[in-house]
């Protein structure tokens, strides 16, 4: 009886450490189910970035911050189908601004432009 008990009480230890470590915290980022932002940063560190979905509301304006924080690789962020919303290619660590209009309602992939593969993203505009 005793070796049940021990085996039980391992196994009750494991499921609880198991639920308490399941769900990590990403409330801190925007995604495609949250509410629409008219500001966010983006971070480069590695070849990722930190947020690979968001929302904004079509004609307004959205300021981009990109935040390059890998040294010495250049990375940017660049909209698809958006004229003029796309940061210069630099080495980093380096930080951007870029402010453009939300175009109309649909999904518009973002990349970086010197690792394509790697680091894409959507931006749902509503």
Known sequence: MPRRFSLVALLTA????????G????????????????EITITANGIAFDTDQFTVSSGEEITVTFDNQHDGVPHNI????????????????????????APAPGEYEFQCDAHPPQMRGTMTVS
């Open 14 to 21: 494991v499921a609880m450490l198991a639920i308490a470590c």
């Open 23 to 38: 769900d990590d915290d990403d409330s801190n980022k925007p995604d495609a189910s949250q509410e629409p932002v008219s």
């Open 78 to 101: 660049s909209f698809e189908d958006i004229e003029d919303a796309a940061t210069e290619l630099t080495e980093g660590p380096d930080t951007q601004q870029l402010t453009f209009t």
